[in-house]
């Protein structure tokens, strides 16, 4: 009988009796041979391994009818496939290439997003790209979320590669971000200082953490560029690059961005939210209002500072145009 994937769900396997005295990381690595023995260790060192519900060392011996719930880390891939995807290449020379990256793309291979990532794309696309950050994420110096569009970084070679993270592990790097938000913040711009960490019970999720032990220094200046009836237009520029930050610091203030699920609770704004009326159920926006507007950056090789921009999506255009004209305070 063919096992599901440990991987992608905990599986439950019970012992024979021909096993009854064996080893349970040997019993395993038998029961799940794409896996090996060094990385079934480590999953029954951090308790994703467990027997009859309880936790256990790789040493234990099994009795015949033990139940094991397996689950393990997804293996290591060799590198993402060349996709022919269409990319926006707003900058390439011999050592970098900046992209505007459209939403609902993910930068690069992981659990459930194996193709159509932008590490595919990458591939595609450019004959050189580096292994800095290993096969995995060809290039990609820094990421976005999935539903985030906007300009993104691409290194060709490892020394472009180590040169330009150096300057976003020093923060010499400018980001700037524009956002829509589901209400407006009480100031015209101001600094949220708060730490972030995981959250307690959520794991795709991080939460304002003061006090935990893992949550780490987190900024975020803004600057309200426009306020609507129910809405704002947000320029924001983060100080650090924690996971989710710029997402939670606007939910912090009780200014989620514009259909941002998890932090935001909706997922998406028709014509008919704008104008109160129900006929109107043309959906505008469909993900997170969030765009990655600019980045300054010196070049890897010449030091020379660079300013890239993209331009708004057609979604978030559209919605501003929507608001402006049904929610405008003018």
Same mark, same amino acid.
């Given at each position: 009988?063919?096992?599901?994937?440990?991987a992608l769900a905990p599986v439950d396997v019970?012992?024979?009796? @021909?096993?009854?005295?064996?080893?349970?990381?040997?019993?395993?690595?038998?029961? %799940?041979?794409?896996?090996?023995?060094?990385? /079934?260790? =480590?999953?029954?060192?951090?308790?994703?391994?467990?027997?009859?519900?309880?936790?256990? =060392?790789?040493?234990? &011996?099994?009795?015949?009818?033990?139940?094991?719930?397996?689950?393990?880390? @997804?293996?290591?891939?060799?590198?993402? *496939?060349? +996709?022919? !995807?269409?990319?926006?290449? *707003?900058?390439?020379? @011999?050592?970098?290439?900046?992209?505007? =990256?459209?939403?609902?793309?993910?930068?690069?291979?992981?659990?459930?997003?194996?193709?159509?990532?932008?590490?595919?794309?990458?591939?595609?696309?450019?004959? @050189?790209?580096?292994?800095?950050?290993?096969?995995?994420?060809?290039?990609?110096?820094?990421?976005?979320?999935?539903?985030?569009?906007?300009?993104?970084?691409?290194?060709?070679? $490892?020394?472009?590669?180590? &040169?330009?993270?150096?300057?976003?592990?020093?923060?010499?790097?400018?980001?700037?971000?524009?956002?829509?938000?589901?209400?407006?913040?009480?100031?015209? &711009?101001?600094?949220?200082?708060?730490?972030?960490?995981?959250?307690?019970?959520?794991?795709?999720?991080?939460? /304002?953490?003061?006090?935990?032990?893992?949550?780490?220094?987190?900024?975020?200046?803004?600057?309200?560029?426009?306020? %609507?009836?129910? %809405?704002?237009?947000?320029? !924001?520029?983060? =100080?650090?690059?924690?996971?989710?930050? /710029?997402?939670?610091?606007?939910?912090?203030?009780? +200014?989620?961005?514009? +259909? $941002?699920?998890?932090?935001?609770?909706?997922?998406?704004?028709? *014509?008919?939210?704008?104008?109160?009326?129900?006929?109107?159920?043309?959906?505008?926006?469909?993900?997170?209002?969030?765009?990655?507007?600019r980045l300054t950056i010196r070049h890897p090789?010449?030091?020379?500072?660079?300013?890239? $921009?993209?331009?708004?999506?057609? $979604?978030?255009?559209?919605? *501003?145009?929507?608001?402006?004209?049904?929610?405008?305070?003018?």
């Amino acid at each position: 009988m063919t096992l599901p994937d440990p991987a992608l769900a905990p599986v439950d396997v019970v012992v024979p009796d @021909e096993h009854a005295g064996a080893r349970l990381d040997w019993f395993v690595a038998q029961t %799940f041979p794409s896996y090996s023995r060094t990385h /079934i260790r =480590k999953s029954i060192n951090e308790s994703t391994v467990k027997v009859n519900g309880r936790r256990a =060392k790789a040493a234990q &011996r099994l009795q015949g009818g033990d139940q094991i719930t397996v689950q393990l880390p @997804e293996l290591a891939r060799e590198g993402p *496939l060349p +996709c022919a !995807i269409p990319l926006d290449i *707003l900058y390439e020379d @011999e050592a970098i290439a900046v992209i505007n =990256k459209p939403p609902g793309m993910v930068v690069h291979p992981g659990r459930g997003h194996w193709e159509g990532t932008l590490a595919s794309a990458l591939r595609y696309h450019f004959d @050189e790209l580096s292994e800095y950050g290993g096969p995995t994420r060809p290039g990609i110096v820094h990421r976005l979320d999935r539903d985030t569009s906007g300009v993104i970084l691409i290194a060709k070679t $490892d020394a472009a590669h180590k &040169r330009s993270a150096g300057q976003f592990e020093d923060r010499t790097v400018s980001k700037e971000y524009f956002a829509l938000t589901l209400g407006a913040p009480n100031h015209d &711009r101001d600094l949220i200082d708060l730490p972030i960490g995981p959250h307690a019970y959520q794991r795709e999720k991080m939460a /304002i953490r003061r006090d935990h032990p893992a949550a780490r220094p987190a900024q975020s200046f803004y600057e309200v560029q426009e306020r %609507f009836n129910g %809405f704002a237009a947000v320029r !924001i520029t983060p =100080k650090t690059g924690r996971t989710h930050q /710029i997402r939670l610091h606007l939910a912090s203030i009780d +200014c989620p961005v514009l +259909c $941002d699920r998890l932090y935001g609770g909706r997922s998406q704004i028709t *014509l008919g939210d704008l104008t109160r009326n129900v006929q109107d159920d043309e959906v505008l926006l469909e993900r997170q209002a969030l765009h990655a507007l600019r980045l300054t950056i010196r070049h890897p090789l010449t030091d020379e500072e660079m300013t890239f $921009d993209a331009p708004l999506p057609d $979604d978030m255009q559209n919605t *501003l145009n929507a608001i402006n004209e049904f929610r405008s305070l003018r």
